[in-house]
C-alpha cells in the first residue's frame, strides 16, 4: 500500500470510533422519535479550518508494508504548537500527493480542545436536545477541500454507511442527509454540492454554509509572508519555519481574494447586494493601485508577488491547482444546486472586517508587504460580501445575514439566531 | 451549608474574556519559560506543571481567544506586553 492509500485507511479506521457514536444516538434517536416525528435526517457537521484536530502517527510509515497501523499523538492543537511543534505540520509534495513530516501520517481526529475549549459544543448540543442524527467529520484542513470532499464522498460516505446500516437495523443514513460547513468547511461543502457522484450523494437533502468565503478573505496572503503571530515564537525564531509549513499545505493557497476574472464577470453582483456590496476588487498593487491578482501574479521587472520557492517553499503548482478550485468554487450554480444551498453570514455591526488589500512587490518580504486598506461589515474575519454565492441573490431566503455584536467568526454557529435559521432551513421544529 | 469547593465557585463565575494582547503576551511568557517543545515525558510534565498554576477559567479565555485569532490575518501590529506572572495557587487538600 503507498503512503496515500494506507493514510486513506487509517483515517477511516479513526474514525470509526465517532461512527460508533453515531449509531449509538442513531439508535437512542429510533426509540425516542425524530425531532417533530418527521423523516429522519442525517446531518453532517463540518468544522472551519483548524477546529479539526490532527493526529501524528507515532511511527513512520514504511513502504511496501502491507495494512500498517498506528498508535497517534495529538499533533494539532496544544500548548507545544506554540513552543515549535506547529512547523512539523509540515507537507511534502509528490505529484499530486502529498506526505507528511518524517513520513509519519497525519489524519484528522475529532475536534480541536484547547486549554479546555472545543468549538461548536453548543450546536451539538443542540442537535442531540432536538435528536437530529449528526455527525462531525473531521478534516484535515491543511489538504486541498477538493481532496477532502472527494474523500467525504467517494470513500466515507460508503464506510459510514454501511458501519450505520450494520449496526442500525439496516436503516440507511443517507436516504436523506444534509451538510453544514462552518468557515472553510463550508468550501467543502460547496465542493460537494457539485459532486457528479449522483448515486451516494442523490440523498442530499439541504447545504448549508456559516461564515464561509466563496470569494475569498484577506487573511491568508499575510501568512505568506508573516506567518502566525501565536506560533512564531519569542522574537519570531520559528517564523521561517512556520512560513515553510504554511506554504506547504494546499489547502491554504484557495483562501486568497477571488481571481480579477471571476470579479470581473460578476462585479453588477458584487456591486448589487443592497447592504454589503463589493464596490472594486479587494487586491491592489500597493503604488500603482491596479488590480494584483492572487491567482495570477505577475512580475515587476525583478519583482514578484510572492516570497521566493527557496526562502519559503512558495509553489506555483499549488497556487495554479487551487486557482481551479476556487474557480470551481464560485462558478455558477444549477438550479437544483441553488435551490439546495442556504448561505448564512455574520454582521456584527460594528464594520471591523478586513476588506481590502495593498500589495507591494517583492523582494523586499521584509516588512510584510501587505497592507489592510478598509474595513467592511462582516463577522470579524469574513466580510459580508464573501459569505454569499452571487447565484443565490436569485432565490429568495437563501441568503441569511445574522445581524447582531455577538455574530463572530468563532461563535456564529453558536448564536441562537444561526441556531433558529438553520432550524428552519431543516424542518426542525 | 456545605462550602463550595474553589473548583465549583469557579464555575459559578461568568466566562473570562481576554484581549489578542493578553493572549499573546499569555503565549510568550509560555515560550519564554519553553524556549522549545518538549521531547521527553518529564519535559512535557513541566510544561503541564507550568501551565497548572494558571486557573481553568484563565485557560480556557486563553484557548478561545487564539481559536478566534487563528482565523483572523495574524495580528502583526500587537505589541508585547508584559502578561502576569503565574501565582502560585494554595494546595486545598
Known sequence: ???????????????????????????????????????????????????????????????????????????????????????????????????????????????????????????????????????????????????????????FLPFFRDLVKAGCNNAD???????????????????????????IIA????????????????????????????????????????IKAICSFPGCYAWMFLPEATYLANQGAFNGDPNYPLAVYPSVDFAAGGHADPYNPLTN???????????????????????LVVDHLSSPLGAGQAAQLWNIRGDTLAGNTHNRTRWKW?????????NDVDWAAGDGVQPAWTARHVDLDAVAGHVITIKSPLATHTTLMSLPETIAEIAGILGVP | MIKKSVKAKEADKPPLEITSEEALAFIRE????FRRAPRTKAEKARVQ????????????????????????????????KTVRKPTKRKRRD
Not at chain 1, 177 to 183: P, R, T, V
Not at chain 1, 215 to 234: I, T, V
Open chain 1, 1 to 155: 500500500m503507498s503512503y496515500d492509500s494506507t493514510r486513506i485507511s487509517e483515517q477511516l479506521r479513526v474514525l470509526e470510533p465517532a461512527i460508533s457514536e453515531f449509531i449509538v444516538r442513531y439508535n437512542i434517536n429510533t426509540v425516542l422519535g425524530p425531532a417533530g416525528g418527521g423523516p429522519r435526517q442525517t446531518v453532517f457537521i463540518f468544522p472551519g479550518g483548524m477546529a479539526s484536530r490532527l493526529m501524528r502517527a507515532k511511527t513512520p510509515y514504511v513502504p511496501g508494508v502491507a495494512n500498517q497501523i498506528f498508535d497517534y499523538d495529538e499533533a494539532w492543537i496544544n500548548p507545544f504548537t506554540f513552543l515549535g511543534d506547529a512547523r512539523h505540520l509540515k507537507m511534502t509534495r509528490a505529484g499530486s500527493t502529498h506526505s507528511d513530516k518524517w513520513n509519519k501520517i497525519i489524519v484528522a481526529d475529532g475536534l480541536i480542545n484547547l486549554f479546555g475549549v472545543t468549538p461548536y459544543v453548543l450546536f451539538t448540543l443542540w442537535c442531540t436536545l432536538k435528536k437530529l442524527d449528526y455527525f462531525v467529520f473531521p478534516w484535515d484542513w491543511r489538504r486541498s477541500v477538493a481532496e477532502v470532499s472527494d474523500f467525504f464522498i467517494a470513500t
Open chain 1, 173 to 199: 443514513p443517507l436516504q436523506r442527509f444534509s451538510l453544514i460547513g462552518h468557515s472553510a468547511g463550508g468550501m467543502v461543502v460547496n465542493w460537494a454540492l457539485r459532486s457528479g457522484d449522483g448515486l
Open chain 1, 203 to 242: 440523498g442530499l437533502d439541504k447545504a448549508i454554509t456559516v461564515a464561509t468565503p466563496f470569494y475569498g478573505y484577506g487573511g491568508q496572503l499575510h501568512r505568506w509572508f508573516e506567518g502566525e503571530e501565536y506560533l512564531n515564537g519569542l522574537g519570531n525564531v520559528f517564523r521561517s519555519g512556520i
Open chain 1, 301 to 323: 521587472g525583478a519583482q514578484h508577488r510572492y516570497p521566493s520557492a527557496t526562502s519559503s517553499g512558495f509553489d506555483d503548482v499549488e497556487l495554479a491547482s487551487a486557482k
Open chain 1, 362 to 370: 517583492v523582494p523586499p518580504t521584509a516588512p510584510s508587504p501587505i
Open chain 2, 30 to 33: 509560555l515560550q519564554k519559560k
Open chain 2, 49 to 80: 506543571e507550568y501551565l497548572a498554576k494558571f486557573t481553568d477559567r484563565e485557560l480556557r479565555a486563553v484557548g478561545s481567544r487564539v481559536q478566534s485569532d487563528l482565523m483572523l490575518r495574524p495580528p502583526e501590529t500587537i505589541p508585547p
